[in-house]
């Protein structure tokens, strides 16, 4: 479930996701063509994951399902910190890398530089079954706060397996 509050526009969006994660190999040729978009060597210390999602928004009077699916490649600095790269971005979309952090509430922080917009997440995994999710766009100009966003995922139990 994700609410949305779109200052710029004085706009809320309820919406509800399927989502998929999966560890990717990284020899897998999708992972291979990131690094070569970056100019960077392969990592084989690297962690990449797919996140493949259907979302279903109440956007407006009709109701909206929308797909897609991003690699992120993670890559450690040290214990708490490091990159990641993407195949795009979230909220421009072209190739794009973050950094991101652990703090000493095992939040995860990521920090995204497009061409006109930085992008600020705080995920925090609160059990092995519910994460949260604060989200902040700004405009690089001048600063200003276009979007807002919190998100609540909960794990479907009942696709689990004993």
Do not use: C
């Amino acid at each position: 479930m994700r609410s949305t509050h779109t200052l710029a526009f004085q706009e809320f969006e309820n919406s509800t996701s399927k989502i998929y994660i999966e560890h990717i190999n990284p020899n897998n040729k999708k992972i291979i063509e990131i690094f070569k978009n970056y100019n960077l060597s392969l990592n084989l210390e690297s962690i990449a994951i797919s996140i493949k999602w259907q979302a279903i928004s109440d956007w407006k009077d009709d109701d909206i399902s929308e797909g897609d699916e991003t690699i992120l490649i993670f890559l450690p600095k040290d214990k708490n910190s490091g990159i990641v790269l993407r195949n795009k971005g979230y909220t421009e979309s072209f190739i794009s890398s973050s950094n991101y952090f652990v703090d000493e509430r095992n939040n995860l922080h990521i920090k995204t530089f497009y061409k006109t917009t930085v992008s600020e997440e705080r995920i925090s995994l609160l059990s092995t079954h519910i994460r949260s999710r604060f989200s902040t766009l700004r405009n690089l100009e001048n600063n200003s706060l276009i979007q807002t966003s919190h998100t609540s995922e909960i794990r479907n139990l009942a696709n689990l397996k004993d």
